[in-house]
Each structure stands twice: as C-alpha cells, then as structure tokens.
Nanobody
Framework: QLVESGGGLVHPGGPLRLSCTAS????????IAWFRQAPGKEREGVSC????????KYSASVKGRFTVSRDNAKNTIYLQITSLRPEDTAVYYCAASDQAMCAMLSQFLYDYWGQGTQVTVSS
C-alpha cells in the first residue's frame, strides 16, 4: 500500500513537499509517478522518477516548479513544489510500477496507487 502525505492549504506562491511511502514492500525497484486530479477534470500525470533515480520526467504544466526525488534508504519519494498556483489545486496521488521506465506519464502503466492527499492553493 502506498501512502501520500504533506498536502494541505497553501497560499499562492508558497512551497509544499509531498511524500509517498509504502507499507509492506520496498519501493527501490519501482518507478514512482505522481498524478493529480482536480474536481471535474481527468487525472493528470505530473512527474515520475525511475527506480534508481537517474531518470525523471515532468509534465509541461509543472516543469520548473516541481522536483521529484527519492530516498530509497527511507523508502520514500518526494515531490517538492514551489510557486504554487490555484490551478495546482487537486488530489495528488503517487503510484508505483515495476514495468514503467519513466518515459511516459500514463496512469495505465502503474499498478499500485495511494489514496491521495489534497492540495489546495488559495489566498
């Protein structure tokens, strides 16, 4: 099971760091992706990181503001967000795949999902 944390209410322009951990298995052999879903919108791929951390990918809407990283010793993946915008408001999910190579941000490649953490950007 994947568990996201770190969401909350943030002012526009503020930073936030989301975390994704796992219970019952280790993440060091999995590519991890972050997705988000805003009310009334389809789920959107945001970022991914390969199992070793040597490959990352970002959607155009977050590139330059979001940074994904992992600490396999802590079994945790992070999504550092800066310069938050109201349009970043969404439920953020992490997902794991032992097949994906972090070349695409397609939800269909990922088998294990967390329950999500709400991020709300508002003044």
């Amino acid at each position: 099971q994947l568990v996201e944390s770190g969401g909350g209410l943030v002012h526009p322009g503020g930073p936030l760091r989301l975390s994704c951990t796992a219970s019952g298995f280790t993440l060091d052999s999995y590519t991890i992706a972050w997705f988000r879903q805003a009310p009334g919108k389809e789920r959107e791929g945001v970022s991914c990181i390969s199992s070793s951390g040597d490959r990352t990918k970002y959607s155009a809407s977050v590139k330059g503001r979001f940074t994904v990283s992992r600490d396999n010793a802590k079994n945790t993946i992070y999504l550092q967000i800066t310069s938050l915008r109201p349009e970043d408001t969404a439920v953020y999910y992490c997902a794991a795949s032992d097949q994906a190579m972090c070349a695409m941000l397609s939800q269909f490649l990922y088998d294990y999902w967390g329950q999500g953490t709400q991020v709300t950007v508002s003044s």
